[in-house]
């Protein structure tokens, strides 16, 4: 099965940081927008950040000022997740999403790494 695969997760005190790091198989052509969504057990998955071919990058509101995403300067495949100053309310389990295809997308999901804080 093609799927990115995640790195980076951890246990952090709040206000610590991490960066998570999502690696996507050479297969996957003609990438156009790697995210990172949040799953939190009884709630909707929710999208956190993406960044397009172009770098043009978006985040939900309650991330905006705290976390940061890039992509590998020589690779468009691997893309990061800086997130500092978290809080107890960004745990959760973080999956990488790859989008290939402009016409008729294709998703790839990795399987997540977790991220929990303590207060």
């Known amino acids: 099965q093609v799927q990115p695969v995640e790195s980076g997760g951890g246990l952090v005190q709040a206000g610590g940081s991490l960066t998570l790091s999502c690696v996507a198989p050479?297969?996957?052509?003609?990438?156009?927008?790697m995210a990172w969504y949040r799953q939190v057990p009884g709630k909707q998955r929710e999208l956190v950040a993406s960044?397009?071919?172009?770098?043009?990058?978006?985040y939900t509101d309650s991330v905006k000022g705290r976390f940061t995403i890039s992509r590998d300067t020589d690779n468009w495949n691997t893309v990061y997740l800086q997130m500092n100053s978290l809080k107890p309310t960004d745990a959760g389990l973080y999956l990488c999403?790859?989008?290939?295809?402009?016409?008729?997308?294709?998703?790839?999901w990795g399987q997540g790494t977790q991220v929990s804080v303590s207060s």
């Open positions: 999403v790859v989008e290939s295809g402009s016409r008729y997308p294709s998703y790839f």
């Open positions: 050479e297969s996957i052509y003609g990438i156009t927008v």
């Open positions: 960044i397009t071919s172009s770098g043009s990058t978006d």
